[in-house]
């Protein structure tokens, strides 16, 4: 196991290989913190299914991830099927809501929603990467969301 995070130090691509030995072994809790620590080498699958294991017995710890995943999933303007997609992650976040005891506070976050609160990207110099976060309003992204939230 030294070896694999030996490797992950090093090479961080590798990250998703020491999660799932971590599941693997029934060492949830360190797979969970090595999935926050890497979370861009992980796959969307691998990830959807550490939030879905998480959520049992720490939902307050998935609401966050939950909530990153449906603005990625309404943005990503390459996927026809993203508002289905965004469906099924909200209905993964309500649960996530409800366990953790938070029921309004998933009401509060569908009204932002509602309103047209969404991440977008854009340039900004300040960034290594050239690509900033930031928080937008647009005609397309309210009546998108208003049709995911009704959806639900």
Do not use: C
């Not at 990503?76 to 993203?82: E, F, I, L, P, V």
Request: aromatic share 8%; hydrophobic share 45%.
């Amino acid at each position: 196991m030294e070896v694999l995070r030996d490797r992950v130090d090093q090479e961080p691509v590798y990250a998703s290989e020491l999660v799932g030995v971590l599941v693997a072994v029934g060492r949830e809790d360190e797979a969970w913190q090595e999935a926050l620590r890497h979370r861009r080498w992980l796959g969307g699958p691998q990830w959807q299914t550490l939030l879905e294991r998480r959520a049992v017995m720490h939902p307050e710890e998935v609401i966050q991830p939950y909530r990153d995943l449906v603005e990625q999933a309404i943005l990503n303007s390459a996927d026809k099927r993203r508002y289905r997609r965004a469906v099924a992650l909200l209905a993964a976040l309500r649960a996530a809501y409800q366990a953790a005891e938070e029921a309004a506070a998933f009401g509060r976050y569908l009204a932002e929603m509602r309103r047209g609160r969404a991440i977008t990207y854009g340039w900004s110099p300040n960034t290594p990467t050239s690509l900033g976060f930031g928080v937008g309003r647009g005609a397309g992204m309210q009546t998108a969301t208003a049709l995911i939230i009704d959806g639900l």
